[in-house]
């Protein structure tokens, strides 16, 4: 019994470590190839580690615009997907209605909806209304495909929150306007913290909406420079490649990092309605 018991926990362990190794190579390729001058597909050691990759790419035209593209349009997008999220979640979280249940599964069921199947009519709409190759036409767009996710997450999140603090303070005079947003949203800032970074990241790495809606060469996102690292006749240039891929995940590990702890400390909500 024992035997078969040590027998399976170590191949879920080998396998654990399988998993770790498929993650763990492209990440140690990324690294070494930003500094080898003549980096390749393989991952191996330089022979002689350089910044030089670092330094080609670290220009306003590859890095410094892009990356502000990316800023302005994601930063934007996530706002506004956050703030209509939390609109919407809160009546459905709170009052039951006869079309919540139905409202709920259609939200659900848009966001197993691939944008790819939706990009030719809203390309369409977009140059019917002249929102095509603008930086707001692009962020509603892209806060729009992400709000059913947000606004599914955000109920669930609100959900936690005990409703009796809202009724004392519905008590006092507190309009409901107040009421989410000094009682509800300040008590689930850990749920709030995850809508906000999940928005941000998916928005982050999307390189079909904006590669589709924006035209315009200064006002491309990251997400869609990265072409720069891209010769004719399938010539990579994979070492810059790997350095710029470097810089582009930086703000999202930074945002991770700082607000890390703030995940770690939950719900702390049991003791709050005692008394």
Known sequence: MRGGRARRRLAADAALLAVAVAFAIPLAWLVLSSLDAHATLRVRLPESPTSENFSAVLTDDITFTPMLNSLLLCGGATLVTVVCAALAAYPLSRFRARFSRPYLLTVLFSTCLPITAIMVPVYGLFVRVDLIDTMYGTALFLATAQLPFAIWLMKNFMDGVPTALEEAAWTDGASWTQTLLRIVLPLMGPGLTVVTIYTFIMMW???FVPFMLLLSPEQLPASVSV????????SVAF?????FSILYSTPVILLYLLIAKRLGGGFALGGAVKG
């Open 239 to 243: 070492g810059q490649l790997a350095a």
């Open 205 to 207: 790495g999307n390189f």
């Open 227 to 234: 072409f720069t690292f891209f010769g004719n006749e399938g």
